[in-house]
């Protein structure tokens, strides 16, 4: 290797991090129940759609990023330059309260991945907060994104767990390549869920605010791009895995789930203890993670949109805002975790809902800024990618509008 081979792969590497932590960050408490359930219930029969997911989150990952670097502004700084402050602050309202109620996810996915171990959820959810709230306020994106980097090594536990259950291989290959399709309600309900979490508002906002917070410009987009495609590779690798266990194991012994926690437990006397472990330490893992970044995300959409300084390097007299959103979310979703007998579906579907009517919304946002020549210059959308990322957004609201309906009908 050369020494201009060698600049340019060090400049890649140099940029790689916001993209990977992006793609780790969305298999949270919330898909990896999705795809366990998915797994139990219909065995290898979705694994098909992991593709697909992987391609959409490529192209919509992608192009965040690249508007990131290109114009040295988060997506919510873009969105009120380019549509006014009403609709921007109509998004961050929305924004505010989804990534609010996924934070809950998170914590309630700590707490139940910790119960498995023998830890009462009245020590893990405040621990937890604390030790994320913490990290937030460490001073330095750098080492922020160190850490949580090191702790996306979690996912590995799933992968492990696939070989430990002992699946059939070929078949599962064959099923990934080959889509089956039903008219079942509860199948199409389940394949929308699939979908639907895999791409979320929030990872728009992630995604863009962290190429920013990186320093990283227009020179960095061909790393950006190497970040968010191995990114989107390795999460949808992790997809595959968890659908590949409880489809293999689960399945076929007829056991149903309602959440990555149960398929823990249900994993002992089939696969193994160690199956078992593997998959409680990815679920405690993966929600940390998603806990870690969440209210980061948020705090820093809301005072990019409205001009206030953020940060992770901001003190709380430079940034009492930025600071202080990451604080309120902290402290009150591990509160509203230990009430006794808290409607937590209910707060979910909450979040399932806002989700489903923000993400098209700024999916076209998305795709408006990123083809305008004006604000991105020669790095805008080509026809292909433009015409990708509208496939995109088509996908999105159809599904959204199928599970609309599914909802209203009960299923």
Same mark, same amino acid.
């Given at each position: ?16 991090? $916001? ?5 780790? +960050? ?40 690249? #508007? ?27 924004? @505010? ?16 991945? #910790? ?26 994106? &750098?080492? @922020? ?9 979690? *996912? ?17 290959? &064959? ?42 410009? +227009?020179?960095? =987009? ?28 689960? &399945?076929?012994?007829?056991?149903? =789930?309602?959440?990555?926690?149960? +398929? ?6 089939? +696969?193994?203890? /160690?199956?078992?472990?593997? *998959? ?14 969440? $209210?980061? @995300? ?21 940034? $009492?805002? /930025? ?21 937590? *579906? ?30 991105? &210059? ?19 609201? *159809?599904?959204?509008? =199928? ?9």
């Amino acid at each position: 290797m050369d020494a201009k081979s060698k600049t340019q792969l060090a400049a890649i590497l140099a940029a790689m991090g $916001p993209g990977l932590l992006t793609a780790f +960050a969305g298999n949270d408490a919330g898909g990896i129940a999705t795809y366990s359930t998915t797994g139990a219930t219909y065995g290898f029969g979705m694994l098909w759609t992991v593709p697909i997911m992987c391609l959409l989150l490529i192209v919509v990952q992608e192009t965040a990023a690249r #508007m990131g670097c290109a114009t040295g502004k988060g997506f919510a700084s873009l969105i009120r330059e380019r549509f006014g402050v009403r609709v921007s602050a109509l998004a961050m309202l929305s924004l @505010i309260i989804s990534n609010f109620t996924v934070t809950l996810s998170e914590f309630a996915g700590i707490a139940s991945g #910790m119960q498995l171990f023998g830890v009462p959820l009245q020590v893990s959810v405040p621990v937890s907060a604390l030790v994320t709230w913490m990290l937030a306020m460490s001073g330095s994106y &750098h080492r @922020i994104e160190k850490i949580l980097l090191g702790l996306s090594c979690v *996912f590995l536990t799933y992968i492990v767990s696939g070989f430990m259950a002992g699946p059939n291989w070929g078949q599962a290959l &064959h099923d990934t390549v080959v889509p089956q399709f039903s008219n079942d309600p509860h199948y199409v309900s389940l394949l929308v869920a699939n979908i639907g979490t895999t791409i979320s508002p929030y990872m728009i906002f992630m995604v863009s605010s962290s190429v920013v917070e990186k320093n990283l410009d +227009a020179s960095d =987009i061909p790393g950006q791009r190497a970040d968010n495609v191995s990114g989107a590779i390795a999460a949808e690798i992790v997809t595959w895995f968890i659908i590949l266990t409880t489809g293999a194991v689960l &399945h076929p012994a007829g056991i149903s =789930i309602n959440s990555a926690a149960d +398929a823990a437990k249900a994993l002992v006397p089939l +696969a193994g203890k /160690y199956a078992s472990v593997l *998959f409680a330490v990815g679920l405690v893992g993966a929600s940390f993670l998603a806990a870690c970044v969440l $209210p980061g @995300i948020t705090a820093s959409a809301v005072c990019e949109a409205f001009g206030w300084e953020r940060g992770a390097d901001r003190t709380w007299r430079e940034a $009492p805002v /930025y600071r202080g959103i990451i604080t309120g979310i902290t402290i009150l979703s591990a509160v509203i975790i230990l009430i006794p007998n808290v409607d937590l *579906f209910g707060i979910m579907m909450v979040s399932q809902v806002i989700n489903g009517v923000m993400l098209p919304v700024l999916l076209v946002c998305m795709v408006l800024i990123a083809a305008d020549r004006h604000i991105m &210059h020669r790095h805008a959308n080509g026809k292909l990618w433009n015409g990708l990322t509208w496939f995109t957004i088509i996908a999105v609201t *159809f599904f959204t509008i =199928i599970m609309f309906v599914l909802q209203a009908l009960g299923y």
